[in-house]
């Protein structure tokens, strides 16, 4: 089938199909994708964890200054949002960091593997999409997290 359709291109003398190298590429793919899975969630982990206590650092600096706003009347809501929106903009820069590494991995492999193999990979307006929509929940979350112990609803 694959093997006949390549024999018949022009320029190739030999095709042969080696169904144990496939297996074991085919495995090293799959190990390196669930390693992969494993270090995404422990990154996410991390990134949660630090957004959370540096929302909290930030609020306990200002701590006096959230008393003298609660004593003025400013909502809850009032106070918490400049938290939200500083976990925000932390959000957004780091999807612009993992944009820019993914285009210079991206490149990377698009200069080495140019005469070998095209790899299928995600296109990269989802891949920004992505980035972005991932990197606003990351933020979200962190913030919420961070907020929530210092500042009640």
Do not use: C
Not at 52 to 76: F, P, V, W, Y
Not at 81 to 109: K, M, T
Not at 119 to 144: D, Q
């Amino acid at each position: 089938s694959m093997v006949r359709d390549i024999r018949r291109l022009e320029g190739v003398d030999v095709a042969s199909f080696q169904h144990g190298v496939i297996s074991r590429v085919d495995s090293i793919v799959e190990n390196i994708l669930w390693v992969s899975m494993v270090l995404g969630i422990i990154i996410f982990i991390i990134s949660l964890i630090l957004i959370s206590n540096t929302i909290r650092l930030i609020i306990h600096a200002r701590q006096e200054a959230i008393e003298t706003m609660h004593l003025l009347g400013a909502t809850n809501s009032f106070i918490r949002f400049p938290f939200v929106a500083e976990g925000i903009i932390q959000g957004l820069i780091g999807a612009g960091f993992s944009l820019l590494i993914l285009y210079l991995l991206r490149s990377l492999q698009s200069y080495l593997l140019e005469s070998l193999v095209r790899l299928p990979l995600m296109e990269p307006a989802n891949l920004i999409t992505y980035n972005i929509i991932f990197g606003l929940m990351l933020a979200l979350i962190g913030s919420y997290r961070g907020i929530s112990k210092y500042l009640p609803k």
